[in-house]
């Protein structure tokens, strides 16, 4: 009896494993099945392109950058390819050996070297980089016999940008460069990440910035498949990059050299705009520099010169540089107060050559007796000014100008632009920390009259507010992009800019302000510069201070530093009777504006009114500043050829 129960116990326990054993491969099969189910179903899509992806590489093709050209076709960016020889950081061992090893072979100059180190120390240990450009067939032909033994280096086709016309106009046309790590983070969290693959240069500055998208144009890529070593073994599709457009600017290069020519060594600004369309014909600013160099990345020795040099001639001076107005301020202070009813046209003020406020006496020059409006602009009545400014308060001065740009971003289509001081109570309360510095004081809105004391403005913002009163008080933006061209279809289609703002100033106040403008070249400042010009001109003359002067003390230049004596400044109009032209010019530490500012912006207006280009004797003179009216016979200016860059700097 006990064997049989035994006998039970023993075949249930059988059972029962038999029984767990089942349902544990039933559920093995199960997991399996689902499983089966995942991969098969499920997820099908993804792993078919996961292998797909296994066995085909994606290749960008980065797109020709679109070039760009001046108004009359003349080519101021460009592409041109050649051969570079490149190190890859982590393929190699020791770096400078294997320089050291490559300049047996091929000719690497100590500007190479430090050109590459700066690269190598803005870039990852994974780029690419160059360490010679532009090489031979020869130098080809050479590495390609001794490539073994150097890994991790390698010759590379590649397109490369061209500034034809080198220093004339680099700091509007800008340059590019390579990608750095925080323009590549930028990308890479933005919706252009996928068009900037393989992408390795990008604008920095300039048009080559501000129109870095429609310059770019889009990626596009090649499919490969590829063996389990990676290698390429057949092109299965591809979808062709697009070049990027072309950009037309609005700026004439020859007139923007031949005014960069007029200043010679000195340094300073010059702005020209049609402000019948707020188009910008030309926009100075010296000293200037080479953008080529910028393109592969400078070395640290020519930066270091740049960077530190006193002139500062990486400085976009036309849209960074601030500077107090000086005299040229005054017509726009007449019509401020003209529009605010502090003045008529025929208001007399006495000029008694001073004027004293608080116990404090203001300098006034010569005294010029009774003077209206016109007499005012004239012969530039300081005093006349100063009881206007006196009477309008800082704040009505600030809510006056700020519509016209002072102070404001102009919203041009370049980047980097600075707004300089407009000054009111409320900025001096944000801008000071002692409670003593936050107060204004009525002292302090005497010399904004004439454009001094806490104004400082860009040349930039000079001109645009003479252009908005030249086009019956119509602000316009103004801008350098003229249009673009498909470069598909060759079309060419305009940029849109934004419609005027009409600012509501009544014609007769605008009509009076530029008749005293006209009356400065007629029988004022400006007759020495203007007296022979054969249409009428507007302008108004201006000197600000580089450093105080105290007021019982007299300017004399001679006994001051050159770059503590007084800039010298310009705004002028012509035809009067219908302007087509607005100049602002500014020639630092030069002394009187109409000695040194007035003939730049004649010469402007001879070029752009009567297709005149200054003589050679006359554009000796003007570069040693000793030019008033133009000398000589002028020449033609279809008569003059550029000379660009026939080859591509290395």
């Given at each position: 009896?006990?064997?049989?129960?035994?006998?039970?116990?023993?075949?249930?326990?059988?059972?029962?494993?038999?029984?767990?054993?089942?349902?544990?491969?039933?559920?093995?099969?199960?997991?399996?099945?689902?499983?089966?189910?995942?991969?098969?179903?499920?997820?099908?899509?993804?792993?078919?392109?996961?292998?797909?992806?296994?066995?085909?590489?994606?290749?960008?093709?980065?797109?020709?950058?679109?070039?760009?050209?001046?108004?009359?076709?003349?080519?101021?960016?460009?592409?041109?390819?050649?051969?570079?020889?490149?190190?890859?950081?982590?393929?190699?061992?020791?770096?400078?050996?294997?320089?050291?090893?490559?300049?047996?072979?091929?000719?690497?100059?100590?500007?190479?070297?430090?050109?590459?180190?700066?690269?190598?120390?803005?870039?990852?240990?994974?780029?690419?980089?160059?360490?010679?450009?532009?090489?031979?067939?020869?130098?080809v032909a050479k590495f390609a016999a001794q490539r073994y033994r150097f890994p991790g280096v390698d010759v590379?086709?590649?397109?490369?940008?061209?500034?034809?016309?080198?220093?004339?106009?680099?700091?509007?046309?800008?340059?590019?460069?390579?990608?750095?790590?925080?323009?590549?983070?930028?990308?890479?969290?933005?919706?252009?990440?996928?068009?900037?693959?393989?992408?390795?240069?990008?604008?920095?500055?300039?048009?080559?910035?501000?129109?870095?998208?429609?310059?770019?144009?889009?990626?596009?890529?090649?499919?490969?498949?590829?063996?389990?070593?990676?290698?390429?073994?057949?092109?299965?599709?591809?979808?062709?990059?697009?070049?990027?457009?072309?950009?037309?600017?609005?700026?004439?290069?020859?007139?923007?050299?031949?005014?960069?020519?007029?200043?010679?060594?000195?340094?300073?600004?010059?702005?020209?705009?049609?402000?019948?369309?707020?188009?910008?014909?030309?926009?100075?600013?010296?000293?200037?520099?080479?953008?080529?160099?910028?393109?592969?990345?400078?070395?640290?020795?020519?930066?270091?010169?740049?960077?530190?040099?006193?002139?500062?001639?990486?400085?976009?001076?036309?849209?960074?540089?601030?500077?107090?107005?000086?005299?040229?301020?005054?017509?726009?202070?007449?019509?401020?107060?003209?529009?605010?009813?502090?003045?008529?046209?025929?208001?007399?003020?006495?000029?008694?050559?001073?004027?004293?406020?608080?116990?404090?006496?203001?300098?006034?020059?010569?005294?010029?007796?009774?003077?209206?409006?016109?007499?005012?602009?004239?012969?530039?009545?300081?005093?006349?000014?100063?009881?206007?400014?006196?009477?309008?308060?800082?704040?009505?001065?600030?809510?006056?100008?700020?519509?016209?740009?002072?102070?404001?971003?102009?919203?041009?289509?370049?980047?980097?632009?600075?707004?300089?001081?407009?000054?009111?109570?409320?900025?001096?309360?944000?801008?000071?920390?002692?409670?003593?510095?936050?107060?204004?004081?009525?002292?302090?809105?005497?010399?904004?009259?004439?454009?001094?004391?806490?104004?400082?403005?860009?040349?930039?913002?000079?001109?645009?507010?003479?252009?908005?009163?030249?086009?019956?008080?119509?602000?316009?933006?103004?801008?350098?992009?003229?249009?673009?061209?498909?470069?598909?279809?060759?079309?060419?289609?305009p940029i849109e800019q934004p419609p005027p703002v009409n600012l509501g100033y009544k014609q007769s106040n605008?009509?009076?302000?530029?008749?005293?403008?006209?009356?400065?070249?007629?029988?004022?400042?400006?007759?020495?510069?203007?007296?022979?010009?054969?249409?009428?001109?507007?302008?108004?003359?201006?000197?600000?201070?580089?450093?105080?002067?105290?007021?019982?003390?007299?300017?004399?230049?001679?006994?001051?530093?050159?770059?503590?004596?007084?800039?010298?400044?310009?705004?002028?109009?012509?035809?009067?009777?219908?302007?087509?032209?607005?100049?602002?010019?500014?020639?630092?530490?030069?002394?009187?504006?109409?000695?040194?500012?007035?003939?730049?912006?004649?010469?402007?207006m001879d070029y752009w009114l009567l297709g005149e280009y200054p003589s050679e004797a006359d554009m000796a003179?003007?570069?040693?500043?000793?030019?008033?009216?133009?000398?000589?016979?002028?020449?033609?200016?279809?008569?003059?050829?550029?000379?660009?860059?026939?080859?591509?700097?290395?």
């Amino acid at each position: 009896m006990t064997e049989i129960q035994n006998s039970d116990r023993a075949f249930s326990r059988f059972r029962l494993r038999v029984i767990v054993i089942g349902l544990v491969v039933v559920l093995c099969f199960g997991i399996l099945l689902s499983r089966l189910y995942v991969l098969q179903i499920d997820r099908h899509d993804d792993l078919l392109a996961q292998a797909e992806s296994n066995r085909t590489a994606v290749v960008p093709i980065v797109p020709n950058r679109g070039q760009i050209y001046d108004r009359n076709g003349v080519l101021l960016a460009t592409n041109y390819s050649a051969y570079t020889l490149e190190i890859t950081p982590y393929k190699v061992g020791d770096v400078e050996e294997t320089i050291d090893a490559l300049s047996e072979l091929i000719e690497i100059t100590p500007r190479d070297r430090r050109r590459f180190k700066r690269l190598r120390e803005d870039s990852r240990n994974f780029d690419s980089l160059p360490i010679r450009s532009r090489l031979t067939d020869q130098e080809v032909a050479k590495f390609a016999a001794q490539r073994y033994r150097f890994p991790g280096v390698d010759v590379k086709a590649r397109l490369f940008r061209s500034y034809p016309m080198g220093e004339t106009g680099a700091h509007l046309i800008g340059y590019i460069g390579r990608i750095n790590q925080r323009e590549k983070e930028r990308i890479d969290d933005s919706e252009e990440a996928a068009n900037y693959r393989g992408t390795e240069y990008i604008g920095k500055t300039g048009v080559e910035a501000s129109y870095e998208k429609e310059l770019h144009g889009h990626t596009g890529v090649e499919r490969m498949e590829t063996s389990a070593g990676g290698h390429a073994v057949r092109k299965l599709d591809s979808s062709p990059a697009t070049p990027g457009e072309s950009v037309v600017l609005s700026v004439d290069i020859k007139l923007q050299k031949m005014v960069e020519d007029l200043y010679g060594e000195r340094r300073g600004v010059a702005v020209a705009i049609d402000p019948r369309s707020g188009e910008l014909l030309a926009m100075v600013s010296k000293p200037t520099y080479d953008p080529n160099i910028f393109v592969e990345g400078i070395d640290q020795e020519s930066w270091k010169a740049l960077n530190e040099s006193i002139d500062r001639p990486l400085l976009n001076r036309a849209m960074r540089g601030t500077y107090p107005t000086g005299s040229t301020y005054k017509p726009f202070m007449g019509l401020a107060g003209l529009e605010t009813g502090k003045r008529t046209p025929s208001t007399i003020i006495q000029d008694g050559g001073s004027w004293t406020f608080g116990g404090h006496t203001f300098r006034s020059g010569h005294a010029l007796g009774p003077v209206d409006l016109n007499r005012a602009i004239q012969h530039s009545s300081n005093v006349y000014f100063y009881t206007l400014a006196n009477e309008m308060g800082v704040d009505a001065i600030h809510d006056f100008m700020k519509p016209l740009g002072f102070g404001q971003i102009t919203g041009i289509d370049l980047p980097g632009e600075v707004r300089g001081v407009l000054p009111s109570t409320a900025w001096k309360r944000d801008t000071y920390k002692r409670p003593e510095q936050k107060r204004w004081y009525a002292g302090e809105t005497i010399s904004l009259g004439i454009g001094q004391g806490y104004n400082n403005f860009t040349i930039l913002q000079l001109t645009h507010a003479l252009a908005t009163i030249l086009d019956n008080g119509n602000s316009r933006v103004p801008h350098v992009g003229r249009s673009l061209i498909d470069p598909v279809t060759g079309e060419r289609r305009p940029i849109e800019q934004p419609p005027p703002v009409n600012l509501g100033y009544k014609q007769s106040n605008m009509d009076a302000v530029k008749r005293g403008m006209v009356a400065v070249v007629t029988g004022g400042t400006g007759r020495g510069s203007f007296g022979t010009a054969r249409y009428t001109a507007g302008g108004k003359t201006g000197t600000a201070q580089a450093i105080s002067i105290g007021q019982k003390e007299k300017y004399n230049a001679a006994r001051l530093a050159e770059r503590q004596r007084d800039h010298a400044l310009y705004i002028a109009f012509a035809p009067a009777e219908d302007p087509k032209i607005a100049v602002g010019v500014i020639v630092e530490n030069a002394g009187f504006g109409a000695g040194s500012a007035a003939p730049i912006a004649r010469r402007i207006m001879d070029y752009w009114l009567l297709g005149e280009y200054p003589s050679e004797a006359d554009m000796a003179a003007m570069q040693r500043g000793e030019g008033r009216a133009p000398m000589g016979t002028p020449r033609r200016v279809e008569d003059i050829q550029l000379k660009p860059q026939t080859e591509p700097p290395q």
